[in-house]
């Protein structure tokens, strides 16, 4: 059609069309905190600011009417939250000689790598808006991260609930459905956790009364990367999830660099997220054109290029997050047993 620009790249918008639905396929196996944002897909032609806007509840009625008198009205209030959307990407080398003489399906391969590059990249967007909240605990009840020794305690978890109780902070009864399409599942009301897979040993043998996936009524509700659950909360690991290299306190018995340390070595100190419904927003990895493929094949000439001995997979995407609500995320520091029994 006169004045169509192929933004793909060498192939087609139907050909394009079948690489995204690699890419995503690759995206949502991987990705963790995507389940459970409030989603705002990305428009056509949009400012470059994303916006959330969350409505205030209106202040409680302490006083009965008055007869014959009209109470004043309630105002309705919101507070809206702010995020530049950001662009992302990456690419790699297709050379004429590899697409020639290679045996596999190199192309699909490669869609498949660059879309576990994209869903890494996505998470760590997210896994840094959501870790910077201000709503901080320290294992065991320590004053700040450079004195955190312990593991997660129950205590912590229930001071954790408490608040969010206090705090209205409702259970999440729906996640997104792990889908390249927009759509979203029922699951039984519980607050969530997400944190790295090193955690798993401390917190099977460390919580009394922690219940495996194994032991659910129905096990096949479990999430990907869900190791289990404790009173209010259903715990997802995630080896993509990061820590705070050696922040902790000094000594041998928890983790440093990933390892056991040496005794003048302070201890890692891991985050485990905890949170309830509408925590935070973001811009959804589901629906049209939300990664954009792109490929340049080889074995066309171009300028730098007149042999076409080098042509291109790549990706792109735009992407913001947004903290909501501060008390609906709790953020729980903790050390990790080197040696655990």
């Known amino acids: ?49 994303k916006t959330w806007r969350r409505y205030n509840p209106f202040p409680d009625i302490v006083a009965p009417l008055a007869e014959g008198v009209t109470p004043p009205g309630q105002e309705l209030t919101f507070t809206d939250y702010h995020a530049t959307l950001e662009q992302w990407g990456g690419s790699t080398v297709l050379t004429d ?73 409702e259970k999440i009864s729906e996640i997104i459905k792990a889908s390249r399409f927009i759509s979203t599942q029922p699951i039984e009301a519980a607050y969530f956790g997400i944190g790295h897979t090193d955690l798993a040993s401390d917190l099977r043998t460390g919580l009394t009364g922690f219940i495996p996936v194994a032991d659910y009524a129905n096990s096949s509700d479990a999430m990907k990367g869900e190791i289990g659950s404790f009173e209010d909360f259903r715990i997802i690991l995630t080896s993509l999830a990061k820590s705070w290299e050696v922040s902790g306190l000094t000594g041998t018995t928890y983790l440093a660099y990933g390892a ?38 080889p074995n066309t000439p171009r300028g730098g290029d007149e042999l076409g001995q080098r042509g291109s997979v790549g990706w792109k995407t735009y992407g913001a997050n947004a903290l909501l609500c501060q008390s609906a995320l709790a953020r729980l520091e903790v050390a990790v047993t080197a040696n655990p029994s």
């Not at 169509?4 to 963790?32: C, F, M, P, S």
């Not at 697409?99 to 879309?115: A, N, S, W």
Request: positive net charge; charged residues 20%; proline residues 4%.
């Open 97 to 169: 000689v590899i697409q020639d003489t290679h045996t596999d399906p190199i192309l699909k391969e490669m869609f498949k790598l660059v879309g576990e590059q994209a869903a890494k990249t996505i998470e760590f967007t997210r896994q840094n808006t959501f870790q910077g909240g201000t709503n901080v605990y320290y294992a065991n009840s320590v004053a700040s991260r450079a004195v955190v020794n312990s593991p997660a305690t129950r205590g912590d978890f229930r001071k954790v609930s408490r608040q969010f109780a206090r705090n209205n902070i």
């Open 260 to 297: 056991t340390p040496a005794a003048t070595t302070q201890c890692d100190v891991y985050p485990l997220c905890l949170f309830g419904q509408n925590f935070g927003a973001g811009v959804p990895l589901q629906g049209y054109q939300t990664v954009t493929p792109m490929v340049l094949n």
């Open 1 to 49: 059609m006169e004045g169509h620009v192929n933004v793909y790249g060498d192939i087609t918008e139907q050909t394009a069309g079948k690489a995204e639905a690699i890419l995503l396929e690759r995206l949502q196996g991987l990705v963790t905190w995507e389940r459970f944002i409030s989603q705002d897909p990305l428009g056509k032609n949009k400012t470059r600011t």
